[in-house]
């Protein structure tokens, strides 16, 4: 039996099926980020949209490591440079994005810690980000006195130029913008000088901020004695002790007690000093991770959980630099006080008002001020100034005894001598007055 031949216009159409079915259909691309529908040409796995906000989040990331890179080869050329013989020492300076700024600091430290315990110094060209003395970098400082400005209200607001001002307005000095000086605070100020020697009243409260260790801070809360050799030389006693009653001028000794105020004054701000800069260092490196979860898109709850300790540090910042201030308007004064104390000694006045003066109140351009003008107005002698005491004429110890009259050269009122040639003489050396044998 015959098969049946296909006829040739079956075949053809069959076959031209087959072949589209082989051929695969066009994919609908689509942004693995934000699955947004790709065109059927464009080749990449993302769409324009969110490249762009990629490279503008990892572009800080990749600038900054970039610049790392540049700079350990820069220091690494540098180190073989200044010593071929010794192979170059790998920085510590390079990180990578996936760790955490914590464990690179600890990687640091460690690796610091470890070669300096190897014996083996850190060499000048490894330098360290964090170990720089300052962390505000000057360009900054117009930015920053502007937002401080305009947060107390201060508008600076620009003055009309005229033709001349167009003409020669380079000629002169630019004026930049300035810290304002608070009213409140030159009143603080007047206020620590109104009395110059009352001593530092530091409030509990505060003091108890100023949390050290007894063995450290002993330096800062002692003051220092005078050496048993010194005391001797100023008083020669068999015990010397430190007192200022040694010295015998009263202005030595009220120096010496407004110096001692004004040690005191100056340990209570330098241990404030050192708290503030602590909590500021440390706040410095929370806001660097708050940025950081701000990047990463942190959760809001986790990034708000911080914010009162940031506006807790910001609090006992602003308490400590005030107190700061205040402190150091204090010494200022025990300073100042010590200076009149000085100068009084070459004045002859009595004591109490050579203390007065010294007590007078302080404002700041001289070291007596208008109060000492106002004083000598009152005094008698307006001419002189400073009144003058006379020193009575000390009486000799031996009485006046007048002189006793000579004898010598007065003729017959003479004991022993006459004149030369005159009666009267003895008759043992006159041979005229001489008796007669009869």
């Known amino acids: 039996m015959e098969t049946p031949t296909p006829r040739p216009e079956l075949t053809e159409s069959s076959s031209t099926c087959a072949a589209k079915d082989s051929k695969p259909r066009p994919r609908t691309a689509k942004c693995n980020a934000c699955s947004k529908k790709l065109p059927e040409d464009y080749k990449k796995r993302l769409c324009k949209a969110c490249i762009s906000e990629l490279w503008r989040e990892e572009q800080p990331n990749i600038l900054s490591e970039m610049k790392m890179l540049i700079q350990d080869e820069i220091k690494s050329s540098l180190a073989s440079l200044s010593t071929p013989s010794n192979p170059p020492i790998p920085s510590k300076k390079r990180r990578l994005s996936a ?18 315990g190897d014996g083996d110094p850190v060499s000048e060209g490894e330098v360290i980000e964090e170990d720089k003395k300052y962390f505000f970098s000057s360009d900054e400082l117009e930015d920053l006195l502007r937002a401080v400005r305009s947060t107390m209200g201060i508008e600076d607001t620009p ?21 304002p000086i608070n009213e409140n605070i030159q009143e603080m100020i007047l206020n620590e000088w109104l009395d110059p020697e009352k001593r530092l009243g530091v409030p509990k409260d505060f003091r108890n901020r100023l949390c050290f260790d007894q063995s450290e801070a ?9 050496d048993i050799q010194v005391a001797k030389v100023v008083k020669k006693t068999s015990l010397p002790f430190e007192d200022s009653s040694q010295l015998s001028d009263p202005m030595d000794r009220k120096a010496d007690g407004m110096l001692k105020r004004s ?20 706040m410095y490196i929370w806001l660097g991770k708050l940025d950081d979860h701000l990047k990463n898109r942190t959760s809001r709850e986790e990034i708000r959980d911080s914010i009162p300790l940031l506006r807790s540090a910001t609090a006992f910042l602003a308490d400590a630099s005030a107190e700061s201030i205040r402190f150091s308007a204090k010494e200022a004064a025990f300073s100042n006080t010590a200076r009149r104390a000085l100068w009084m000694k070459a004045w002859s006045g009595d004591k109490a008002s050579k203390s007065k003066l010294c007590s007078i109140p302080f404002s700041g351009e001289f070291v007596f001020g208008p109060t000492l003008d106002k004083i000598l107005e009152k005094a008698a002698d307006k001419k002189k100034g400073f009144p003058e005491e006379r020193e009575a004429r000390k009486k000799p110890f031996r009485q006046y005894q007048p ?9 017959k009122t003479g004991r022993w001598s006459y004149p030369k040639g005159g009666k009267g003489r003895g008759f043992i050396l006159n041979p005229q007055n001489r008796p007669s044998k009869q």
């Open 159 to 179: 003055k009309p130029r005229s033709v001349q001002d167009e003409m020669f307005g380079g000629l002169r000095s630019k004026k930049s913008l300035v810290f």
């Open 403 to 411: 002189q006793q009259k000579s004898y010598r050269g007065k003729g």
């Open 263 to 282: 040690w005191e004054a100056a340990m209570f701000g330098i241990k404030t000093n050192i708290s503030a800069t602590s909590v500021a260092r440390a």
């Open 218 to 226: 002993k330096i800062f809360d002692e003051i220092p004695k005078i």
């Open 99 to 116: 760790i955490s700024s914590s464990e690179a600091e600890d990687a640091d430290i460690a690796s610091v810690s470890s070669r300096q």
